[in-house]
């Protein structure tokens, strides 16, 4: 039996939309006192995400995972388990355009921020659990981050 993918925002049916389809990390760490906490990115626009982003042509998802990773985080880093695939229906008001994005969402080891991030104007953040769901704009990255919580961690 296959496993239903989850499906976030509203299909308009008037509505063209462009496919991105995206990948994206969960990273987290340990604090001192063994608590656990996940890396987000806040984009320019104030929005909270999961590291990650769109698979440009000739990559797989490993390929533009780490790329994304070494862009945002400035991270080298290893794909762990493939949590799974949701798709997301949204409004880029940034880009006038309207996407349906599956996003496909992996956990990350051996992640180390060796560079700096390449990118500018992101933010990289660390929250608790609870925090970083409710700070998450995209539904596909809450569901993302309550997989990986589910599968024994």
């Not at 409004?91 to 051996?110: C, L, Q, V, W």
């Amino acid at each position: 039996m296959t496993e239903k993918i989850p499906v976030f925002g509203e299909k308009l049916d008037s509505v063209d939309y462009q496919a991105r389809f995206g990948v994206y990390g969960i990273v987290s760490r340990l604090t001192a006192d063994k608590n656990e906490e996940f890396c987000l990115v806040q984009a320019p626009n104030g929005s909270f995400l999961l590291p990650g982003g769109e698979i440009e042509s000739g990559e797989n998802q490993e390929a533009a995972l780490k790329r994304e990773l070494l862009e945002e985080l400035g991270a080298d880093c290893q794909l762990g388990d493939y949590l799974g695939e949701a798709d997301e229906y949204f409004y880029s008001s940034h880009r006038d355009k309207y996407f349906y994005n599956p996003a496909y969402i992996y956990e990350m080891k051996n992640v180390d921020f060796a560079h700096e991030p390449l990118e500018e104007g992101n933010g990289i953040f660390w929250f608790p659990f609870d925090e970083a769901i409710a700070k998450l704009k995209r539904g596909s990255h809450k569901w993302g981050l309550e997989e990986y919580k589910k599968r024994a961690h």
